[in-house]
């Protein structure tokens, strides 16, 4: 047979089967268990694995196809012997008469060169200071480009993954750490799992953490991992996650279902959290002190993410059409967590916040079904909040709870839909639910005036609707009842409404209901003082000065800015006062501190050089994505980019974080216009890769 003819039997084969889907596999094979021992090597940024499947046959096949995205694949060892099989850029099919029988056995290696799923951080840099990282994003990004496994989320098996990886690093994934064994330069990670999940939630992540333990009530383990620069952040961070597990132990009345629950925080990462079985990962950026604490922290992703555990890991939506499933649930329970923590007005005034976006993206024609494929964020994450919400409503808390235990027990491990959901809760109350899914989870218009009949019950909702509605009048008609807004003891959000119905007022009125504000001591409506006051008369420079002691960095940033362009002779006592000042995981604080101290000659002109060589450090390669976009907008607000912060905002273009490259993609056009730039642009891009170019090319040459 000659090679052509070979080829052209391969492709007729490959075109064959490739039609066939991992959903079609289900009817025919059920994977049981994955066993493997891959090595992960950071700097050569591949994968060397050995795989170990067991499964049984339902029916009759001739192809067994694994996920492996670009994988190079040998030793196919089909119970034992070898195996005939073929592969493409999606995986590895495996070609034999399969008959039904309960336990086989796949045997593969392979290499992987993973370009996404898998991400490796800082192991070309030299900086003693770079946090260099691994972590992986298998939801929406395919676990398969890393590990031989399966792109299927209703196909679920029990994960006993092996990794192998430098020492000095500590390597943390799913289930339960068995052994633990280290040679000369590498340490061997033995991890265990009892109970099957979908690829998607296979999830590791190795950096140099360090951590602290708590033990939940049921006596769970509860492990909170860290860089250790950012050890003194631990706390904050953390705070109330032992709370958070024990109240969704209660609440939904099924226990945890995983061995242990571990939360790692990483550098660069894609999204706010994700729901890894047993191992959440986050972005590091998330981490705060006290003092952050009040205005952004890690309680919504904490709790959103371990809701997931429970929605999304135990039971999984049956396929993206119920996506909600494990959104809208998540995002729910989210809610309730922080309604414990943070009180009842909290809970409404999200669910108020988001019901206004619902409702503007209803009359404006963009609202979706929450029971659709391709919806947005808002609609999977927020509607179906609000779908759970209402249930409740109707059929009453004691049923909604049973109804939720009996979801999660009947389905355990398996991957329901939307009926079998509403089926439980029909069962449970006695009632008909026809008609609330299809107002509910079919309409794509938002039940507005039914929403609002909802949050009208909460007293401080009511009380909000009352000053939210007085925006459109003179402040001469309205002062009474601003004034009443600001009476002790005023509610934050109420308070801050009132406040920023001052906005562009310069009125004696004004100035009086600001001072009462500032009096009240509510750190947000204070805030919102610092936000809304344009003009700082003289008289008034004492109290907003005062802001700056505020424990929020929003507010110090905010006052700090403004008193710093109204009273230049003061400008001395303000870089003093803030000089020890970080801020934000994206050091806010300091850049804005750095930077006013730059162009601001007259005061430490001396000390100019080391200022901007901290600023532009911040804008190095190796730092943080969020820490390099604070600097890079300083930088171009004062023209001062130099060689080293370009070539970041270049490699920036090409970042995973579709967040961060966006805003580096914009900045770059922005650059180009400059000649100046445009010209050190086009010279640095000649030492680099042609890829990290790629963008910048595009834009040079169109
Ligand atoms: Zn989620």
């Known amino acids: 047979m000659s090679k052509n003819i070979l080829l052209f039997l391969l492709l007729a084969v490959s075109a064959l089967t490739a039609q066939k889907t991992t959903s079609d596999q289900l009817a025919q094979f059920d994977f049981q268990k994955l066993q493997a021992r891959l090595e992960i090597r950071p700097e050569q940024q591949e994968v060397l694995g050995s795989v170990h499947f067991t499964f049984a046959i339902l029916e009759q096949a001739d192809t067994l196809k694994i996920d492996g995205r670009k994988m190079e694949f040998s030793e196919v060892l089909l119970n034992g012997e070898k195996a005939r099989f073929y592969t493409d850029d999606t995986g590895i099919y495996v070609l034999s008469t399969f008959a039904p029988s309960v336990s086989n056995e796949l045997d593969l290696k392979y290499t992987a060169y993973p370009e996404s799923a898998m991400y490796f951080i800082n192991w070309q840099d030299k900086t003693p200071e770079a946090a260099r990282e691994v972590w992986t994003q298998g939801q929406g990004k395919y ?15 029990e994960f006993d993954l092996t990794y192998i ?44 953490f360090d951590s602290l333990t708590e033990n939940a009530a049921s006596g769970v383990p509860l492990k909170m991992y860290f860089r250790k620069p ?42 706010g959290g994700m729901e890894n079985t047993g191992t959440t990962i986050f972005a590091e950026s998330l981490m705060t002190d006290s003092i952050g604490f009040n205005d952004q922290n890690y309680v919504n992703v904490n709790a959103h993410e371990l809701a997931h ?45 988001t019901a206004e976006q619902l409702k503007e993206a209803s009359d404006s024609g963009k609202g979706q079904a929450v029971l659709r494929t391709g919806n947005n964020s808002l609609t999977y994450y927020q509607k179906g909040a609000w779908v759970l919400h209402m249930l409740r409503e109707q059929v009453g808390d004691a049923a909604f709870r049973e109804g939720i235990k009996n979801y999660l027990n009947h389905y355990s491990f398996q991957n329901p839909t939307t009926e079998k959901f509403l089926t439980e809760m029909e069962l449970v109350s006695g009632q008909d639910l026809e008609q609330f899914k299809k107002d509910w989870l079919e309409q794509s218009a938002f039940k507005a005036s039914q929403a609002l009949e909802s949050l009208k019950r909460s007293e401080f909702i009511q009380q909000y609707l009352q000053v939210a509605g007085l925006r459109e009048f003179p402040l001469e008609d309205k002062k009474e009842l601003l004034r009443a807004a600001l009476d002790f003891p005023v509610n934050d959000y109420t308070g801050q409404e009132a406040v920023h119905q001052l906005q562009g007022e310069n009125s004696q009125v004004a100035y009086d209901l600001f001072e009462k504000a500032l009096e009240s001591g509510n750190l947000y409506v204070r805030q919102a003082v610092a936000q809304t006051m344009e003009n700082i008369p003289q008289i008034f420079k004492k109290q907003f000065e005062g802001l700056l002691n505020d424990d929020s960095y929003i507010t110090k940033e905010i006052s700090f800015f403004k008193l710093w362009s109204q009273f230049p002779e003061s400008r001395p006592a303000y870089f003093k006062k803030l000089k020890e000042v970080e801020g934000f995981y994206n050091k806010n604080v300091r850049m804005l501190w750095l930077t006013l101290n730059l162009v601001t000659p007259d005061y430490e002109p001396g000390k100019n050089a080391d200022y901007y060589q901290e600023l532009a450090g911040y804008a190095e390669k190796w730092q943080p994505i969020e820490i390099q976009q604070n600097a890079f907008s300083y930088l171009y607000q004062i023209s001062a980019f130099n ?60």
């Open 165 to 208: 990886f430098p020492k000095s690093y500590q390597l943390i994934a799913n289930g339960l750490l068995k052994s633990r064994s280290e040679n000369d330069s590498l340490i061997t990670w033995q991890y265990d799992m009892e109970k099957p999940m979908s690829s998607y939630l296979v999830g590791m992540a190795a950096a140099q």
């Open 309 to 353: 555990q429970w929605f999304g890991d135990l039971v999984t939506e049956h396929s993206g059409k119920h996506h909600w499933l494990n959104e809208g649930f998540a995002t729910y329970y989210a809610l309730l967590a922080e309604k414990e923590i943070f009180g009842e007005d909290y809970y409404y005034w999200k669910l108020y916040q």
């Open 643 to 702: 060689d080293a912060s370009l070539e970041s905002v270049i490699l920036g273009t090409g970042n995973p974080n579709s967040g961060f490259r966006n805003y580096c993609r914009q900045l770059l056009q922005e650059l180009l216009k400059s000649q100046e730039y445009r010209e050190r642009l086009e010279a640095l891009a000649e030492g680099m890769d042609a890829k990290a170019v790629s963008y910048l090319q595009s834009k040079l040459s169109p």
């Open 143 to 157: 676990t398969s480009n890393w590990l031989p496994s399966f792109d299927e989320l209703r196909e679920k098996l």
């Open 230 to 271: 950012e050890a003194g952040k631990a706390e904050a961070t953390y705070r109330y996650s032992k709370e958070i597990f024990d109240f969704f132990e209660k609440e939904i009345g099924v226990p945890f279902p995983w061995q242990n629950y571990k939360q790692l925080p990483v550098v660069n990462f894609l999204y």
